[in-house]
């Protein structure tokens, strides 16, 4: 079903008793806030400065990197992206090691109201910059985390940035971030105790988001995956395992059913399955699987995950090499697949209802950019308004820091309609029958 995406975004908020948005506590941008964007000179962090400076033009941020080079050329592209009449200044860059905890606590030092993390993978690494962000006392934090091991580590600062008072958020992408929210409100529109969860992620090629992401999946091949198994969390050693299939699609008039359609998936090491599981409480199973495009990649890699150990994958000088190898190949392929990513989730209760959403986004990089700085507006006020508000400080997972109906209805707007939005809608059954009931779908112009 077609509608205007101002019909769309009335119909979410009316689902939540949601009648008009308020103005925020705070004014993020209006205050001229000003952000430390660590990684910004790569393919994901400057989408997150050029959506910071589109939704919020008198924000200041600061690219970080240690290359100068790489920096002036970033600046460039943003300023050329970004509405003409957000003066260009809003953008610098600053040379900056941040694995030099000193050079890092001296930055953040210099009156800087966020710092977002997007230089990754975050793979057997601790959250220092988290630390370093807390000592500073910088009031809020978000990344682009998936390794379960770091978003725990980060967790286990929440006391420390409570008497700091430093917000963070780890997990601020798309899957997972959007992925973790969405799950959310699938839940509360289900109603009931929920019991099972399934998340499905779709990426072509590497979505645009450059050669690291090939490091950061072959990695992935030796991380166990963290989930549910009846009602309990359980880790299990089978990613690139357990292929099925996917819809990423509600009807016939989405355009992810014609660009998407129905992918294979794989078991894929993503947090979601543990963090939402843990807040939903769940009492049955969790899972999660990924697929990509084109589909020879994904059994070329399944099989040799059945005759490469899994030790080999996490050993860095093995899948930075398989990483190098492929480029090539995988550079050229990635002209002819596109970046298009895609999600869906299936949240069922213990009476046998099942909800389904499905998002999708014409590029993957940008998406996760987007995301990311919807997030960081959030956390510096965009969501508060005078009735409630996100807490002052600690660190929290997206779904427990927009648990609240009221502020994940405010935050869904943006992330559902963010620019370069393919379709997103949910649909409801009833022990695994489709209903029709309570289905919205949204289209915008690309």
Known sequence: MRMTTTRALALLLASLNLTSAREPRIQPGRNGAKVLLLGGTGRIGTVVAMHLLSRSPDIQVVLAGRNEGKGRAAVEEIRSEIPANI???RVQFQRLDWRDSKSLASALQNEVDAVVHTAGPYSNEKPEVLQTAIQQRVPVYVDVSDPMEFIEACKDMDNEAKKMGTLAMPMGGAFPGLSNVL??????????HIKDIDFSFFTAGLGGSGEINLYITNEGFG???HRYEDGKP?????SGGEPRTADFFISSADPSKQLVGTRQIWNWPFPEPKTVGDELEIVG???????TAPDIWNYILTFMTTIVPKSWWKSKIFSEGLAKFSKPLVEFTDKFVGETHAMRIDVR?????QLSAVQAHESFRRVVGQSCAEFTLALLGDCNDAE?????????????LF?????RARLLERLLTLPGTLNYGFTQSVEGRPSGVSTTSSHTSI
């Open 87 to 89: 003066p260009k200044d």
């Open 183 to 192: 799950a959310m409100e699938c839940a509360h529109r289900l109603g009931g």
């Open 223 to 225: 991380e166990p995956i």
């Open 234 to 238: 359980v880790k299990s050693m089978t």
């Open 285 to 291: 199973k969790s899972t999660v699987g990924m697929g």
């Open 349 to 353: 209760n213990t009476q046998g209802k």
């Open 388 to 400: 409630e508000s996100l807490p002052k400080a600690g660190v929290y997972t997206p779904e427990k």
């Open 403 to 407: 648990k609240s109906p009221r502020m």
